[in-house]
């Protein structure tokens, strides 16, 4: 069977996209999915918590892969993740950098290179997640056009349709240029403070804005909890968090359903 991909993106930095990317491999991982992620965000954010071994700024990764200067293919620079069923495209150093800049003057092919290269071993997995980077440049238009769906991730204080305006045009781009299978698999709200005055309001207004873009929000809206972060520090799935294990649980489970949403979204 080969592998449905997810590029988790939004325009905006500190909305949770490494996070949610985490903790949807960890949830796939739990359903005995073989699972690739993908960091195409040049922070490296994921690769630190999500590859089993410490890797050194200079070590191959995505970079090699998508640059026309390197004979690497996708599967030379794929490592082991930190549980049994994840690996990992790690991201080091200022490679992947260099290589945007290396797509801003490459001409014929630029927008396809990621799915080239995963075309290799999307037969090896049954979900692959691409954690892009904050922005709207050659990158993220790679990590589109190689995705069966995109997941919006944002903040409710955050959500307008204004805001999402440029990121939904460049979908939108990629759908009629490069990608016409492309489809928005869903928005997921973090951060979520419902014992706060204003999140009916809040609420209120990301329910309007997604329906007036006809998008599909995905609920419950991940709530705003230290253990999601602190998890992921630590390199722990939720369901392996020892402090408040029923609670960890419970945020799980709220991955774990969102998951299954996004996956029936991709069929």
Not at 15 to 36: C, E, I, N, P, S
Not at 52 to 58: G, I, Q, V
Not at 73 to 93: A, E, F, K, N, S
Not at 129 to 138: E, R
């Amino acid at each position: 069977m080969t592998a449905r991909t997810l590029t988790v993106a939004n325009q905006k930095g500190g909305v949770g996209k490494t996070t949610t990317t985490f903790h949807l491999a960890r949830a796939a991982v739990v359903a005995d999915q073989r699972v690739l992620v993908v960091d195409a965000d040049p922070q490296g954010n994921f690769t630190s918590v999500g590859a089993r071994e410490p890797l050194e700024d200079d070590e191959v990764g995505l970079a090699d892969a998508l640059s026309g200067r390197s004979a690497m293919t996708m599967r030379d620079v794929i490592v082991p993740g930190i549980w049994p069923g994840l690996d990992v495209v790690p991201t080091t150093g200022d490679q992947l950098s260099d290589v945007r800049d290396e797509l801003v003057i490459a001409k014929t092919g630029r927008e396809s290179r990621l799915r080239n290269a995963l075309s290799e071993v999307r037969d090896d997995y049954d979900l692959i997640l691409v954690d892009a980077l904050p922005g709207i440049d050659q990158l993220l238009v790679n990590a589109l056009t190689a995705a069966d769906g995109v997941l919006i991730v944002t903040h409710t204080k955050l959500f307008s349709s204004n805001g999402l305006a440029a990121l939904l045009r460049t979908i939108s781009d990629v759908q009629t240029y490069y990608n016409p299978s492309l489809r928005v698999a869903g928005i997921l709200a973090n951060e979520h403070q419902a014992s706060t005055r204003a999140a009916a309001a809040w609420s209120a207004e990301i329910d309007k804005a997604a329906q007036g873009l006809d998008l599909h929000l995905l609920r419950p809206f991940v709530p705003k909890s230290q253990i999601i972060s602190d998890a992921v520090e630590a390199a722990r799935g939720l369901d392996e968090w020892p402090e408040r294990a029923s609670d960890a649980r419970a945020l799980a489970a709220i991955y774990a359903a969102h998951l299954k949403t996004l996956e029936g979204s991709l069929r």
